[in-house]
Nanobody, 117 residues
Framework: QVQLVESGGGLVQAGGSLRLSCAAT????????MAWFRQAPGKDRELLGY??????YYADSVKGRFTISRDNAKNTIYLQMNSLKPEDTAVYYC????????????WGQGTQVTVSS
């Protein structure tokens, strides 16, 4: 059974930074596709980026501001968010897909990020 547990959300002022964590059990993050999504009220879920064993991807909306990293020893991924804007307010989710795919089969419970202006 794969479980993902996010943490680190909260309230931050515009221009500030926040780091989210996603601790995984049941799947090795170094050998999987690990992604971050977000969903704002009334909007579709948005892929922010993902990390694989040999690379990754970032959406244009966060490129240069957000960074996904991985700690293999802790089997945890992170989302470092800098220069936050009020439009970054959303529930943030991590998700995992099997090696070599982007079909996400397990999701975390989500963590709220609120950016005040």
């Amino acid at each position: 059974q794969v479980q993902l547990v996010e943490s680190g959300g909260g309230l931050v002022q515009a221009g500030g930074s926040l780091r989210l964590s996603c601790a995984a059990t049941g799947r090795t993050v170094a050998a999987a596709t690990m992604a971050w999504f977000r969903q704002a009220p009334g909007k579709d879920r948005e892929l922010l980026g993902y990390i694989t064993w040999n690379g990754g991807y970032y959406a244009d909306s966060v490129k240069g501001r957000f960074t996904i990293s991985r700690d293999n020893a802790k089997n945890t991924i992170y989302l470092q968010m800098n220069s936050l804007k009020p439009e970054d307010t959303a529930v943030y989710y991590c998700a995992t897909a099997k090696y070599g795919t982007v079909s996400y089969d397990y999701w975390g419970q989500g963590t709220q990020v609120t950016v005040s202006s």
